[in-house]
């Protein structure tokens, strides 16, 4: 049970215990997560960049939650997407890297673990976990947690557009050859066809029944594809200049567009008032595009970017909507994770969330009323990896304004005060060594509860060579 391998039908069955009576009189939210894929902290205006538009986003953050501590459970794509769908850490899951992963460098200095390869069915997933309070269920874009066997359909989802084991797409321009997304043109756009669906399935549901939209981007991930107009306009807003980069504006502003179509289409629908809105991203952005040496996007002040568990890593941009609850123009600086949405929407359905270990989130329903933050001593990261952005493997725990970073490398422990160093420049763990071990105790205590599985000294270490395999750009 600690493990989260067993417990699946008990889970499931004090859902349902757990539920109001599933009447016309009960109204219960529609929710739509939005997930986009390798955003940054600050590609939204509403965080500061002045360079991308995004109105729809910006007006949706005034008129509900901007979280500022918002955190992906991992600094890659399948890690923290398998997080969100159980509410449990990725290391509790030994799901650590993205799906399959990066080959193993021969002479590294450590063999980093094998890990599992598909989202195991016996985990519940939200599509599950909301079937005892009758939702209806779609997931609308990128899966990347599993073959054949393995797809939305097989966790629990009514239906599965776009969704398999491939973590990018061939190109953002049709012809498509995806579930339930087949043909089109050179002229379709994926992010476009993908709103259409998402679309479809509101129009089918309102009405009928509380509906759980889980809208996963394939945006903004390589390749940088979007239509020639609006990366025009950006070249042209920046003078010529190949950073900010273009093509990834037009690409942020293709999300904006669709998040302002689904709002009218919830507005049209008369069940805007009824719904639950959450846009988040699964990672930090991407600063570099494999060995070029031209950035991606900006995330300063954080340090670093996806595959490192600096702040740049695995913070993220938070917004949530949800009319008659949430408070327009809050800003919350809350330290809040991935594992959490699971717990929230059910109790935000009516039911009550299951604790640890089953899960490991916490309902944030109570802090988008204004009631109190989640009472936990801390968020912990296990990533025992090498990243294809440089990062090594290593571990990390946030307790307060405090975050400790382990390198399984060579032991080396960096401890940080984010109030003061959102930038992790200065590492106090000399100044501040009491405060450090007390972390690092927390860490490992952790590690041994969810049975986090370890990198391994590597017999054919050679440091001459060992590096060979990580991009320069991204090193840190």
């Known amino acids: 049970m600690a493990n989260g391998k067993l417990g699946r039908r008990e889970f499931l069955t004090a859902l349902a215990g757990s539920s109001m009576p599933v009447t016309a009189s009960v109204k219960r939210p529609n929710i739509i997560l939005l997930l986009l894929d390798d955003l940054g902290w600050r590609d939204f205006g509403c965080y500061g960049n002045s360079f991308h538009e995004t109105p729809n986003l910006d007006r949706l953050a005034a008129e509900g939650v901007r979280f500022t501590s918002a955190y992906a459970a991992c600094p890659v794509c399948s890690p923290t997407r398998a997080s969100i769908m159980t509410g449990k850490y990725p290391a509790r899951l030994h799901l650590t890297d993205w799906i399959p992963g990066r080959k193993q460098w021969p002479t590294a200095k450590l063999l980093t ?199 740049g890593g695995i913070r993220e941009p938070l917004i949530v909507h949800w009319p008659g609850v949430t408070k327009a123009g809050t800003v919350s600086d809350v330290p809040v994770t991935s594992v959490d949405y699971l717990p929230t929407f059910v109790e935000a359905a009516g039911g009550k969330p299951p604790g640890p270990p089953r899960i490991d989130g916490a309902s944030l329903v109570p802090l988008l009323r204004g009631k109190g933050a989640p009472k936990r001593p801390a968020l912990y990261w296990h990533y025992p990896h090498y990243s294809n952005q440089g990062g090594a493997p290593g571990g990390a725990v946030r307790a307060g304004d405090w975050k400790l970073i382990e390198f399984y490398e060579d032991g080396r422990l960096e401890l940080y005060n984010l109030k003061d160093d959102i930038g992790e420049r200065r590492n106090l763990i000399k100044e501040e060594s009491r405060r450090g071990a007390e972390l690092h105790a927390m860490l490992k205590r952790w590690r041994n509860q969810v049975n986090a599985t370890m990198p391994s000294p590597n017999p054919a270490y050679d440091p001459a060579k060992a590096d060979q395999g990580l991009t320069g750009t991204e090193r840190q």
Request: glycine share 10%; charged share 25%; hydrophobic share 35%.
């Open 113 to 311: 673990p094998e890990f599992e390869q598909q989202l195991p069915l016996q985990e519940v997933t939200i599509a599950e976990a909301l079937k005892p309070f009758g939702y209806r269920t779609a997931s609308i874009g990128k899966w990347h947690l599993g073959g054949k066997g393995f797809w939305p359909e097989n966790q629990g989802f009514d239906l599965n557009v776009a969704g398999t084991e491939r973590g990018a797409p061939q190109s953002y321009f049709g012809p498509f050859s995806l579930p339930n997304l087949q043909g089109g043109t050179k002229d379709d756009y994926l992010t476009e066809k993908l709103t259409e669906a998402a679309e479809r399935f509101i129009e089918e549901s309102a009405g009928r029944a509380p509906f759980f939209l889980y809208l996963p981007e394939y945006t903004v991930h390589i390749p940088l594809q979007a239509r020639l107009a609006a990366v025009e306009k950006y070249r042209s807003k920046n003078g010529g200049k190949e950073f900010p980069n273009p093509t990834y504006a037009a690409m942020v502003e293709s999300f904006d567009i669709a998040v302002g179509r689904i709002r009218q289409t919830l507005e049209r629908l008369g069940i805007a008032r009824e719904t639950l809105l959450v846009i988040t991203s699964d990672n930090g952005g991407l600063r570099y595009e494999g060995r070029s040496k031209n950035p991606v996007t900006d995330n300063s002040p954080l340090r670093a970017g996806k595959g490192h568990l600096y702040e």
